[in-house]
């Protein structure tokens, strides 16, 4: 038996990102609703895991921040992320002394990961090891939608999502907010951690407008427990430290950042002006010492990019601004008592 059929024409369109060819060496990651409906996400660690030249390693508490390198850039920092450069938005993690601090960005509401290696990545300044580009912004079609997610876990953990993007027409808005708790494996793992944020983009004319993102951190503990000789760690791992109890060793941090990028299609090519401003308090009680730092920073950027058929070419100018107020005590049970360093 023989059948005859019309001829079938297939056309394949090749995906791009951002509309442009992967002209450098970059990995790219995009989230479906579905991958973030699914899965708790609650280290980057867990969203990230598989991109080429990026490893992330959770510390499974939060107050430890997670270890990041790209290519081995970044494994020295003993504490923060140190070697390459973080933006969240389009707006930097990374302020001027070269660390980040990405504990105010919650990974379940990461919608895009790109990792830059290479020569492209020192249009970025210091980021001598790579660029992390992460955003939470959702698609420009996306309908009006509220989205709640509960997640609950072994170890008193709970987590609770919640996401709101009206539909505004041409304009977009998302506003986001999570609380976490979590008791932990072992003693002393306690955490309370509350994230929020917003992402906007107004529409000011035929490829001209306006984008304002704003992220908070509020974290009011994250216990330590430390570390363990080898033999307590194998007869009694679920405990802490004797030391770590005695000056009650952990963190409490409130971080925001606020910024604005102005962008527009000029006829050299395509402008891009961004301002952003950082606040970060931290009171960090460590054996024997309480440390208080107070952190204000910030910066502004400017680009210039465009193409042709054989020449793509990009311009900008960078500055930041960092002010730190740290001082530390001496400990009386974890809460600061005689001044030791004003700095």
Same mark, same amino acid.
């Given at each position: 038996? %023989?059948?005859?059929?019309?001829?079938v024409e297939?056309?394949?369109?090749p995906?791009?990102?951002?509309?442009?060819s992967?002209?450098?060496?970059?990995s @790219?990651?995009?989230? +479906?609703?579905?991958?973030?409906?699914s899965t708790?996400?609650?280290?980057l660690? %867990?969203?990230t895991?598989?991109?080429?030249?990026?490893? =992330?390693?959770?510390?499974?508490h939060?107050?430890?921040g997670?270890r990041?390198?790209i290519?081995?850039?970044?494994w020295?920092a003993q504490?923060g992320?140190?070697?390459?450069?973080?933006?969240?938005?389009?707006?930097p993690? +990374?302020?001027?002394?070269?660390?980040?601090?990405v504990?105010?960005?919650?990974?379940?509401?990461?919608r895009?990961?790109?990792?830059i290696?290479?020569?492209?990545?020192?249009?970025?300044?210091?980021?001598?090891?790579?660029?992390?580009?992460?955003?939470?912004r959702?698609?420009?079609?996306?309908?009006?939608?509220v989205?709640?997610?509960?997640a609950?876990?072994?170890?008193?953990l709970?987590?609770?999502?919640?996401? @709101?993007?009206?539909?505004l027409?041409?304009?977009?808005?998302?506003?986001y907010?999570?609380?976490? &708790?979590?008791?932990?494996?072992?003693?002393?793992?306690? &955490?309370?951690?509350?994230?929020?944020?917003?992402?906007?983009?107004?529409?000011?004319g035929?490829a001209?407008?306006?984008r304002?993102?704003?992220a908070?951190?509020?974290?009011?503990?994250?216990?330590?427990?430390?570390?363990?000789?080898?033999e307590?760690?194998?007869?009694?791992? %679920?405990?802490?430290?004797?030391?770590?109890?005695?000056?009650?060793?952990?963190? %409490? =941090?409130t971080?925001g950042?606020?910024?604005?990028?102005?962008?527009?299609?000029?006829?050299?090519g395509?402008?891009?002006? &961004?301002a952003?401003?950082?606040?970060r308090d931290?009171?960090?009680?460590?054996?024997?010492?309480?440390i208080d730092?107070n952190?204000?920073?910030?910066?502004v950027?400017?680009t210039?990019?465009?193409q042709?058929?054989?020449?793509?070419?990009?311009?900008? @100018?960078?500055?930041?601004l960092?002010?730190?107020?740290r001082?530390?005590?001496?400990?009386?049970?974890?809460?600061p008592?005689s001044?030791?360093i004003?700095q």
């Amino acid at each position: 038996m %023989e059948v005859e059929m019309a001829p079938v024409e297939v056309t394949a369109t090749p995906f791009r990102i951002a509309n442009e060819s992967a002209s450098f060496s970059a990995s @790219v990651r995009t989230r +479906t609703d579905q991958a973030i409906n699914s899965t708790p996400s609650l280290s980057l660690e %867990e969203i990230t895991t598989g991109l080429p030249g990026l490893s =992330v390693q959770s510390r499974t508490h939060f107050a430890l921040g997670d270890r990041i390198t790209i290519r081995g850039f970044g494994w020295r920092a003993q504490f923060g992320v140190r070697g390459i450069q973080m933006t969240l938005d389009g707006i930097p993690l +990374t302020v001027a002394d070269g660390q980040s601090v990405v504990h105010v960005l919650d990974p379940s509401f990461v919608r895009s990961i790109e990792v830059i290696r290479g020569p492209a990545s020192t249009f970025w300044g210091n980021a001598s090891g790579g660029v992390l580009s992460l955003s939470t912004r959702p698609s420009s079609n996306a309908a009006h939608t509220v989205r709640l997610k509960q997640a609950v876990g072994s170890y008193g953990l709970s987590k609770t999502d919640v996401q @709101v993007t009206p539909n505004l027409g041409k304009h977009q808005l998302s506003v986001y907010s999570s609380y976490l &708790t979590q008791e932990g494996f072992r003693q002393h793992s306690d &955490t309370r951690l509350l994230r929020s944020g917003f992402t906007s983009d107004i529409v000011l004319g035929d490829a001209r407008g306006l984008r304002v993102i704003g992220a908070l951190q509020y974290m009011p503990r994250a216990d330590s427990p430390g570390s363990l000789e080898e033999e307590t760690a194998q007869q009694t791992p %679920e405990q802490a430290r004797e030391t770590i109890l005695d000056f009650d060793v952990g963190k %409490e =941090v409130t971080q925001g950042q606020l910024g604005a990028t102005y962008y527009d299609e000029l006829s050299p090519g395509t402008l891009n002006a &961004t301002a952003y401003g950082i606040v970060r308090d931290l009171e960090n009680p460590i054996p024997f010492n309480v440390i208080d730092l107070n952190r204000r920073a910030g910066g502004v950027r400017l680009t210039l990019d465009n193409q042709t058929s054989s020449v793509k070419w990009g311009v900008g @100018v960078e500055g930041k601004l960092q002010h730190d107020e740290r001082m530390e005590f001496t400990s009386d049970g974890g809460a600061p008592d005689s001044l030791l360093i004003d700095q």
